[in-house]
């Protein structure tokens, strides 16, 4: 079984920073597309970042050139690295796997950016 485990989340003001880091068990992140999702009240869960098992990622326009997602493969452990950010991030954060059509959630992780 794949289990995910969330962490980094909190509150920030705009303009400032956090990184969110996903851990898994039973898998390996390289081998597999894998990605953050955000769930503002109201609204649908929607795709914030991706990376494809070689590496490449890919950004929804709201936080391209803000966000950044990464692994480190020794680590097991994908990480969203935010900037600069805004109101409108404020949402609960889920990692999310992609494994033959399965998707596989962490806990979700609440990020408030408020003044």
């Known amino acids: 079984q794949v289990q995910l485990v969330e962490s980094g989340g909190g509150l920030v003001q705009p303009g400032g920073s956090l990184r969110l880091s996903c851990t898994a068990s039973?898998?390996?992140?390289?081998?597999?597309?894998s990605g953050w999702y955000r769930q503002a009240p109201g609204k649908q869960r929607e795709l914030v970042a991706s990376?494809?098992?070689?590496?490449?990622?890919n950004y929804a326009d709201s936080v391209s050139g803000r966000f950044t997602i990464f692994r480190e493969n020794a680590k097991n452990t994908m990480y969203l690295q935010m900037n600069s950010l805004k109101f409108e991030d404020t949402a609960v954060y889920y990692c999310n796997l992609r494994i033959s059509g399965t998707d596989y959630w962490g806990q979700g992780t609440q990020v408030t950016v408020s003044s």
């Open positions: 039973g898998r390996i992140f390289s081998m597999y597309r």
């Open positions: 990376i494809e098992a070689i590496g490449i990622a």
